[in-house]
């Protein structure tokens, strides 16, 4: 628990960190008042405000944690090397339309939304995450220009599924997507066997 006392500890500066980064998940934005946050967090905003330094800094710690979660759910070592693509685009498909992953969704599409206003940090915040998927794609897609395509169709479905909140026709075009791709695989691999017997 954090103590209203002059000092906090790195640990307690921490899990106050954490909980701002709950309540913005929490709402889907970062547009909280910061009377607002300081009642979910349970701190008093003159508090919050104090052991952080002001709003801008509360906004880049959480933004911090947030890639750093992100950055460790995404991880290319978290899927199993030798599937074909459509297994990992069903477990990160799986992942992203998880309800609980809602609110998370919804802050990274906030932050998109600022990064397209022009926010140095938000631009930096996207760019990062589409570096990450983009290294975890390129393990099991054959170039980067298919990973841009299956970047951009992911991005499409998702906010299709924040619009109407039904994953299924996402899934669906994600499955199709797949098999298109898998197909040129498979029949590469059969053309190569017939070269070398």
Request: with cysteine; glycine share 6%.
């Amino acid at each position: 628990m954090v103590h209203r006392g002059d000092q906090v500890s790195n640990s307690e500066n921490t899990e106050l960190a954490e909980r701002c980064l709950g309540a913005f998940v929490q709402f889907g934005t970062l547009d909280l008042s910061l009377d607002q946050l300081a009642k979910e967090v349970g701190i008093s905003k003159r508090m919050l405000v104090h052991y952080f330094g002001g709003r801008d800094a509360i906004e880049e710690r959480a933004m911090t944690l947030l890639e750093n979660i992100l950055r460790a759910q995404f991880a290319p070592e978290n899927f199993p090397a030798g599937v074909g693509i459509q297994v990992v685009i069903h477990a990160l498909w799986d992942r992203t339309t998880n309800p609980q992953s809602k609110g998370v969704l919804l802050l990274v599409m906030d932050l998109s939304r600022r990064a397209w206003n022009g926010s140095p940090r938000a631009t930096s915040f996207y760019q990062e995450q589409q570096r990450l998927w983009a290294e975890l794609l390129l393990r099991y897609l054959p170039d980067k220009n298919t990973v841009e395509d299956v970047l951009q169709s992911f991005q499409g479905a998702v906010l299709a599924y924040l619009i109407t909140g039904d994953p299924e026709p996402g899934r669906r075009m994600l499955n199709r997507l797949c098999a298109k791709l898998e197909t040129p695989r498979k029949s590469s691999k059969k053309k190569k066997r017939r070269r070398t017997s």
